[in-house]
């Protein structure tokens, strides 16, 4: 049975972003929460207070991680944006799951499991998350700009091998949900500035890695997750706009 009611919680300008993507792909209704880490709604989600994570059927189910989030979203709407069992097969020790298109789908769904378990550890934790810990929040975690040296040293390496997977997507000819995880992760990347010195983000010669995020970005789903993102934003700076103002003339909220 397909989920009646599906609620996200975080954020677009966060990781939340690759599962409002993946909705968008979907086409599936949702609502948005726009609770933020360590608030009070995304502890009752996270046992660490993060986001994202998505509540199924108000409660009856719930699920965070990204990565897994999106998977399952998968699963559950049996979307080709993960590798799908063929309908064919039925349970374990059939015989049908000796025949190729079985096969197939097994080695099909290890290297969907191997390119986001890579993306999530090698690219995300290792590498964008230590520049965001020790540079853009040092405040909370202290500065160690040894650690964010070697961080950007491991993200361009990771991005090497996925860079030379591309084919022209991850997977192969079809788009799939660990391209949604990796191309945010290459926003990520130049957002923060790492893109510019990074001879595999330069748009000519081959120019594989813009030729696949012009192609990504360009999918209906992520222009409309990009434009509520985009929105978010500006209600975000609308609020410290006013808040700015009414700091500087106390009588304004009376």
């Not at 949702?30 to 608030?39: E, L, V």
């Not at 949604?180 to 983000?201: Q, R």
Request: charged share 25%; with cysteine.
């Amino acid at each position: 049975m397909l989920p009646s009611k599906l609620l996200l919680v975080g954020p677009a300008a966060f990781r939340s972003f690759r599962c409002l993507w993946m909705l968008e792909e979907l086409e599936v209704p949702f609502d948005h929460s726009m609770a933020r880490p360590q608030s009070k709604e995304s502890k009752q989600n996270h046992p660490l207070g993060k986001i994202p994570s998505l509540v199924v059927n108000d409660g009856e189910f719930c699920l965070y991680e990204s990565a897994s989030i999106n998977t399952y979203l998968a699963d559950a709407y049996n979307s080709k944006l993960v590798p799908q069992r063929p309908r064919t097969s039925t349970t374990p020790g059939d015989p049908e799951q000796e025949s190729s298109s079985y096969q197939s789908f097994v080695q099909q769904r290890a290297k969907y499991d191997q390119t986001v378990t890579f993306i999530m550890t090698e690219m995300d934790a290792q590498g964008l998350w230590i520049q965001r810990k020790h540079e853009s929040l040092s405040k909370l975690f202290g500065k160690s700009p040894a650690a964010v040296q070697e961080a950007k040293r491991q993200f361009q390496s990771a991005n090497q091998v996925l860079v030379d997977q591309l084919n022209p997507y991850l997977l192969g000819a079809d788009f799939s949900a660990a391209d949604i995880l990796y191309a945010h992760c290459l926003e990520w990347a130049e957002e923060i500035g790492w893109a510019k010195d990074d001879a595999l983000f330069e748009d000519n010669g081959d120019g594989k890695l813009q030729h696949y995020l012009r192609q990504c970005r360009s999918r209906q789903a992520y222009v409309r997750a990009a434009a509520r993102r985009e929105k978010e934003e500006q209600a975000k700076l609308k609020y410290l706009r006013e808040k700015a103002a009414a700091t500087r003339n106390p009588l304004s909220k009376i």
